[in-house]
């Protein structure tokens, strides 16, 4: 696989996102999952994984699991993957596809849509209440 044959280049700042840009829509998928809550996933090898990691983590301190899938017996290396959903996603996927000049129209039309996706504000207040109340009170 290309995806595991991988060196980190020397990237400016201004062209960082486009660069992740253009992995996702290469290596990666966006989509509406079942209640209509965008998912980001990417795959690849760990090197570029971790920058991705670690750019997200730097711009909006979102933190994903870089998780090994499997084992390329021709390049030797494992193949990995990060995801977000929901909240998270749909900030990233704001962040590399609204106002680009360049990418997968495939993918900006998806980056569209999810952006277009209305999230439910969840309420666990209640559920938290409950599980504090059994836990510390029995």
């Known amino acids: ?32 999952d079942r209640r209509h809550y965008p998912v980001l996933s ?10 991705i990691r670690k750019q997200f983590f730097k711009k909006f301190g979102l933190y994903s699991t870089l998780t090994k899938c499997s084992y390329s017996k021709k390049v030797k290396k494992y193949l990995y993957s990060i995801s977000n959903r929901s909240k998270s996603a749909k ?3 704001k962040y590399l596809y609204h106002g680009a000049l360049l990418s997968l129209n495939r993918k900006h039309s998806i980056a569209l849509a999810c952006l277009n996706s209305k999230i439910k504000k969840r309420n666990n207040s209640a559920y938290r209440l409950k599980r504090y109340y059994e836990t510390y009170t029995s």
């Open 42 to 51: 990417v795959s690849g090898g760990k090197k570029i994984l971790s920058f």
């Open 1 to 32: 696989r290309k995806s595991l044959r991988e060196n980190v280049p020397h990237i400016p700042p201004e062209f960082t996102k486009d660069f992740i840009r253009g992995i996702i829509d290469g290596d990666g998928s966006i989509w509406l």
């Open 91 to 93: 900030t990233l996927i």
